[in-house]
């Protein structure tokens, strides 16, 4: 049996409207700052102690499209929020010593969700920029997880991530003529809502 002309369109307005839902599948989520500590470790004298830090501010986006297994991270860390626990240390950490922070007052990294398993990503391939250097970084995520949020009635997505890296790469070598070992660990606990 032939098609009339009103089926015809209609077939062709739905399959236009799976096709645009089809290609309209990536969520972009908000990171909450609440949630959300960059920390890192560093070495202390050639191994006599770890120093640990976070970072109380930070902003940024993630772009997620589950069904095509991509996604995007874009995140800027504020530099003059940095938390050893100790005063005199933030001081000294947010000047020409080490984050020269009135220079370069935040890190930026971005990157590309990568080697999805089962619906979440386990990497992230990307660039970060901290003392005004741009180096390649991947972050292995440890964690991954979706669920509705309770209150907000919207999803909300969180991760724990890691990577590894030499600060001196990026011009901070404070301590080096001591025997401080130049490598950080970054540790990234982040939460992100899902924006309405």
């Known amino acids: 049996m032939p098609l009339r002309p009103s089926h015809a369109v209609l077939l062709a307005t739905l399959a236009l409207s799976v096709a645009a839902q089809a290609t309209a599948t990536a969520v972009t989520y908000r990171i909450d700052p609440d949630h959300t500590y960059p920390?890192?470790?560093a070495d202390h004298l050639g191994g006599l102690s770890t120093w640990r830090g976070k970072f109380n501010h930070s902003?940024?986006?993630v772009s997620m499209d589950r069904a095509k297994h991509t996604g995007t991270v874009d995140v800027v860390v504020d530099m003059?929020?940095?938390?050893?626990?100790?005063d005199k240390l933030?001081?000294?950490?947010?000047?020409?010593?080490?984050?020269?922070?009135?220079k370069w007052p935040e890190a930026h990294y971005t990157g590309h969700l990568a080697a999805?398993?089962?619906?979440?990503?386990?990497?992230?391939?990307?660039t970060l920029t901290l003392h005004g250097?741009?180096?390649?970084?991947?972050?292995?995520?440890?964690s991954f997880k979706?669920?509705?949020?309770?209150?907000?009635?919207?999803?909300?997505?969180?991760?724990?991530?890691?990577?590894?890296?030499?600060?001196?790469?990026y011009g901070m070598s404070a301590g080096k003529d001591y025997g401080f070992h130049m490598g950080v660990t970054l540790r990234?606990?982040?939460e992100a809502i899902q924006e309405p």
């Open 146 to 169: 979706c669920m509705p949020h309770p209150l907000l009635k919207r999803e909300v997505c969180g991760a724990d991530a890691l990577a590894t890296f030499q600060r001196d790469a």
């Open 116 to 126: 999805f398993r089962d619906g979440a990503p386990t990497r992230v391939d990307g």
């Open 80 to 86: 003059r929020s940095v938390d050893f626990g100790q």
């Open 188 to 190: 990234i606990q982040v």
């Open 39 to 41: 920390s890192f470790e």
């Open 59 to 61: 902003r940024g986006t």
């Open 133 to 142: 250097v741009s180096h390649p970084l991947t972050l292995a995520i440890r």
């Open 90 to 102: 933030n001081e000294v950490a947010q000047g020409p010593q080490l984050f020269d922070a009135d």
